[in-house]
């Protein structure tokens, strides 16, 4: 039995059905993602666990026990919302000193707790800040150690670093799965970022359409989706259709499959490689280049397809639009995935 | 001359002309009380000059115990209609904004439907269907605090609405109900702090409407329980200097009361920056 079980969850807003008979299991410790593009139901889900929204059909458990209709004050879940929510009229440390309050632990342990989550999420010499008074980050950490300074069972992240900068979201990034970590804390992460959905979670479940697509470690679902959705979702496949593929490779594919090609799995030489063994090679010819961080992606004409390329971005070594390239795919990943009716993800 | 010393001098530019402005609405705006006061300081004014100076009007006025009955009347029938509105609508703000979204449409439109009602309507409205009744709603006095509490519904709505979508109520009443705090008790100790200025502003402009009534007072109360403005009204064929003073005292007290509701929301304001 896992700590967190969901049981058949459906939710529906009237007639439409946000969440399709949702069942899964969260391991204790764990980080769990729910990634997906929006509305696709990973927020209602965790409000549905929260007990911020009430399931219309089947039952989630908590620790064995049936939460199902219990009040969200009752829940001891902790959750940190997009928009902060930090109480305006409060300061910091009153702020995370509220659900000590409320559970009526007695005012020295209050005091003590206040420090040590505001030394857990850097806030020394802001306790006596209002949140109008801080930054975003500094608010969004203050809300954490609110979360998680009454030590709840769970701890519910519903988008919490999307309103914030790039650099100041990967050290916060960091810090969370540090103290999620150092508390052995089960958290359930909401993003529909796949990047911070790899760099957090020890699982992701991803969401499509009120369902799950597919579920599994961040290497699992990166390098193996099981569908078109998930490999347009995760990774920005090439996808190919099977003729396309056939007519490019001389391979042949399944039928009732497409073919998903990992940017980064392809390398580009403007000679013929040496070592083709185990790999598909075309001739292509180069339509443009993006660069995108440490890496360069180009965008690679083959007949009628059109593949992208990434390559380390080195400068000394780039191809011009208009060149002709040499193209080796291995084909080890080309993976077969059967094809659905969604071909482009949010 | 740098781009920056050019910027400086714009910006200053820029404020004089503010202040200019400012300064002119607020002679514009003090133009009718001045010349008010001035009128209620002198004996007679026939001709084009007055025939003298005098306090007599004030001095009546101040030793005149009717005045004064009817100036507390007033604060009360201010104080009591707008305090109980705001109780009444807190509360229901709080099924709308907990409880049932839906239904703050519904309170919207409830709200919105004074605004459509003329005095002399209201009070005649009121008077026919509560008179004779045998209940406490036949009681006069019942009937003009309960004509007030309409009257003053959309403007403290208004405060109230806006202010509670200001601070997103119904977002902060979750994050407090998920630290184990009940949704009414969240509400009292989270959403009220936050919406008190709000509060204050819109008991202000309804308190000023109240204190300017006198169809409704003069129609349900008359001298039953004479306001200020029927107290006016009495006395204006005795007077005009006298009727000036009593235009600028009423002017003071609603001055004085809006000024004691700033300064109070200031300090709360102030000692939370700091």
């Not at chain 1, 150092?182 to 529909?192: G, M, P």
């Not at chain 1, 579920?215 to 699992?220: L, N, S």
């Not at chain 2, 008077?127 to 036949?138: D, E, H």
């Not at chain 2, 008190?196 to 109240?210: N, P, W, Y």
Request: net charge neutral; charged share 15%.
């Amino acid at each position: 039995m896992s700590y967190i079980e969901f049981h058949d969850v459906v939710k529906r807003f009237g007639d439409n059905t946000v969440l399709d008979h949702i069942s899964f299991g969260i391991e204790k410790g764990d980080l769990v993602t729910l990634l997906g593009p929006s509305g696709c139901g990973k927020s209602t889900l965790l409000r549905c666990l929260s007990g911020l929204e009430q399931v219309s059909e089947g039952s989630i458990l908590l620790d064995g026990a049936d939460i199902t209709d219990v009040p969200a004050s009752k829940r001891n879940i902790g959750m940190v919302f997009q928009q902060y929510s930090l109480f305006p009229n409060m300061n910091v440390e009153q702020n995370i000193a509220f659900g000590l309050k409320m559970q009526k632990v007695p005012q020295d342990v209050i005091d003590r707790k206040v420090r040590e989550a505001i030394d857990m999420v850097e806030l020394t010499g802001k306790e006596k800040a209002y949140p109008a008074n801080l930054s975003g980050g500094q608010q969004q950490r203050a809300a954490l150690a609110r979360s998680i300074v009454t030590e709840p069972a769970v701890l519910l992240l519903d988008e919490p670093l999307s309103a914030i900068d790039a650099k100041l979201r990967r050290s916060l990034q960091a810090r969370i799965r540090e103290i999620q970590q150092e508390l052995n804390l089960t958290t359930i992460f909401v993003t529909h970022d796949q990047d911070e959905a790899m760099v957090m979670s020890d699982v992701i479940q991803l969401f499509h359409a009120g369902r799950i697509e597919q579920a599994g470690t961040p290497v699992e679902v990166y390098t193996k989706p099981v569908s078109e959705f998930a490999a347009s979702f995760i990774g920005s496949y090439n996808q190919l259709a099977r003729d396309e593929f056939q007519a490019m490779t001389g391979a042949s594919v399944p039928a009732g499959h497409v073919v998903a090609v990992r940017p980064e799995t392809i390398a580009i030489t403007a000679d013929s490689p040496a070592d083709v063994a185990g790999c598909h090679v075309v001739r292509g010819t180069v339509a443009g280049s993006t660069p995108r961080g440490n890496v360069l992606r180009y965008t690679v004409r083959v007949g009628a397809v059109t593949l992208r390329v990434d390559a380390l971005f080195r400068s000394f070594h780039m191809f011009e639009p208009g060149q002709d390239v040499y193209l080796a795919i291995p084909e080890h990943d080309c993976l077969f995935i059967p094809a659905g009716a969604l071909r482009d993800a949010a | 001359m740098s781009a920056n010393a050019k910027a400086a001098r714009n910006g200053r530019t820029t404020s004089l002309a503010a202040k200019i402005f400012l300064a002119i609405v607020a002679l514009y705006l003090l133009v009718p009380f001045v010349t008010t006061f001035i009128y209620s300081l002198f004996v007679e004014w026939t001709d084009v000059l007055p025939s003298g100076f005098t306090l007599r009007n004030y001095i009546e006025l101040f030793s005149n115990v009717t005045f004064w009955s009817s100036i507390g009347r007033t604060l009360v029938l201010c104080l009591v209609s707008v305090a109980i509105t705001i109780v009444l609508l807190l509360l229901a703000m709080y099924v709308v904004v907990a409880v049932n979204r839906k239904l703050g449409r519904a309170m919207q439109f409830i709200c919105m439907i004074p605004y459509a009602l003329q005095g002399v309507i209201l009070s005649i409205g009121i008077i026919s269907l509560y008179t004779g009744t045998g209940t406490i709603l036949s009681n006069r006095m019942v009937m003009l605090f309960g004509a007030y509490t309409i009257l003053v519904l959309p403007y403290i709505y208004q405060g109230i609405r806006n202010a509670l979508n200001a601070i997103d109520a119904e977002m902060l009443i979750q994050a407090a109900e998920m630290l184990g705090c009940g949704r009414f008790r969240a509400y009292v100790q989270v959403v009220l702090p936050n919406i008190i200025s709000g509060i204050l502003v819109s008991s202000l402009l309804a308190e000023s409407i109240v204190f300017g009534d006198f169809v409704l007072a003069n129609n349900i109360a008359g001298t039953n329980y004479q306001n200020i403005q029927v107290f006016l009204q009495a006395n204006m064929d005795r007077s005009s200097g006298l009727s000036s003073a009593i235009v600028v005292i009423i002017f003071l007290v609603v001055g004085a009361v809006t000024a004691t509701v700033l300064k109070l929301q200031s300090g709360t304001q102030k000692s939370k920056e700091e």
